[in-house]
């Protein structure tokens, strides 16, 4: 059995040169929307420099705060910052999903990639010619919308891109997961072929220990690959969870409207709770019935192993007890804490503090200009 037999086919990132070209595309595109960037704010002139200009900090009651300088800073080193951030999460991800990648992932799903690619294009295209009708209905002049239209052509390669990093990312995240999944189903089929055997057998209390150690083996390596599922999506987690920070703690903030960083919050949100009611749903629809199977196997067994003497029985008990533990909700949060989700609950709890922190900070700076005064 391999992963050949599947409708969907991912090989495994194991070429230094495969990574190697998967940076140089990160690389290529970070160049492309940079210039693209540049011309857009070149070729826009006054018009692009103060429509999207970066107009202060945000204060606690998420009102811009008025800026110390009052000629009004270009929105370029937002759009750079940004294209940053999502260019650095990206890399990051291609280098830990070890089973799938960038170069790999277009050319196995050519079609697909085209098919998004010309959806995104025109996603743009139609955004941009939105937004110059509604300048015009707002009562902008032609020069204001020609200006406009202008810087929005080199624009659209940076869009492009953006967008492209954004669909990679959760595409090779997924692509990750699959893979992973399918290594599940070969030792789902692999532990059901055993449990067969030693349920079918008549052989002696030796050869039955033999297959209980033998599916006690596949049922801790069926499980791990249960929670490397679930781990992988937590990347999501983390790539949101980065992404929050730099747009709520950083300068970069500066950049975004209050709407558009309560949108990252939600973002957050939404990729915790799809981790909550995925990890959720594979305890109680695969987990729980995979470790059922095995205990339902080795407890039919029990009485033939038994009559091979008292050290073998302690054997097959100890390795019962362990299954028995790990197969409850605890012990399935306890394997999920393990790895990557507690690093997740590290940097929630960090993340937590730090908001608290300012928020108390806000709070007292106030209070003391006020005592000042009187």
């Known amino acids: 059995m391999d992963r050949e037999c599947a409708s969907i086919n991912f090989e495994s990132k194991n070429s230094f040169l495969e990574l190697h070209l998967d940076t140089v595309i990160i690389g290529v595109a970070f160049v492309i929307a940079v210039v693209s960037t540049l011309l857009a704010y070149n070729v826009g002139g006054r018009i692009w420099v103060t429509k999207f200009a970066i107009r202060g900090p945000i204060n606690s009651e ?11 800073i270009s929105g370029l080193y ?67 919308v020609r200006y406009l239209a202008r810087g929005y052509v080199p624009y659209t390669f940076y869009s492009i891109v953006n967008f492209a990093a954004v669909i990679l990312i959760v595409g090779l995240i997924v692509g990750q997961t699959f893979v992973q999944h399918q290594d599940y189903k070969i030792v789902e089929r692999q532990l059901e072929v055993l449990t067969e055997d030693i349920n079918a057998s008549e ?7 033999v297959l209980t150690e033998q599916i006690y083996s596949k049922v801790r390596e069926g499980a791990s690959l249960m929670v490397d599922q679930i781990n992988t999506l937590v990347l999501l987690v983390f790539c949101s969870f980065g992404a929050q920070y730099l747009v709520k703690h950083t300068r970069i903030k500066d950049a975004f409207e209050a709407d558009a960083l309560v949108q990252f919050d939600v973002l957050l949100g939404l990729s915790i709770g799809i981790i909550v009611v995925y990890a959720w749903s ?3 629809f695969i987990y729980d019935g995979f470790f059922g199977k095995a205990l339902d196997a080795l407890e039919n067994n ?24 790990r197969r409850g909700l605890t012990g399935f949060m306890i394997s999920l804490t393990n790895d990557r989700g507690g690093l997740l609950l590290a940097l929630g709890a960090a993340g937590w503090l730090i908001d608290r922190h300012k928020e108390r900070i806000s709070q007292q700076v106030p209070t003391q200009m006020s005592e000042q005064q009187n």
């Open 78 to 144: 937002g759009e750079i910052a940004a294209l940053s951030m999502v260019m650095v999460i990206l890399f990051m991800v291609n280098l830990v999903t070890e089973e799938t990648g960038i170069w790999q992932l277009l050319s196995q799903q050519r079609w697909f990639a085209l098919a998004l690619f010309v959806t995104v294009v025109l996603i743009v295209v139609c955004y941009e010619i939105y937004a110059c009708k509604q300048a015009k209905k707002q009562g902008k002049g032609q020069r204001f």
């Open 282 to 284: 594979v305890h109680f």
């Open 302 to 325: 029990r009485e033939y192993i038994a009559s091979g003497g008292w050290q073998m029985l302690q054997r097959f008990n100890d390795l019962f007890l362990d299954l028995t533990q």
């Open 203 to 209: 052989a002696p209390p030796a050869t039955k220990m």
């Open 62 to 72: 998420g009102r811009r705060v008025r800026p110390l300088i009052r000629k009004p």
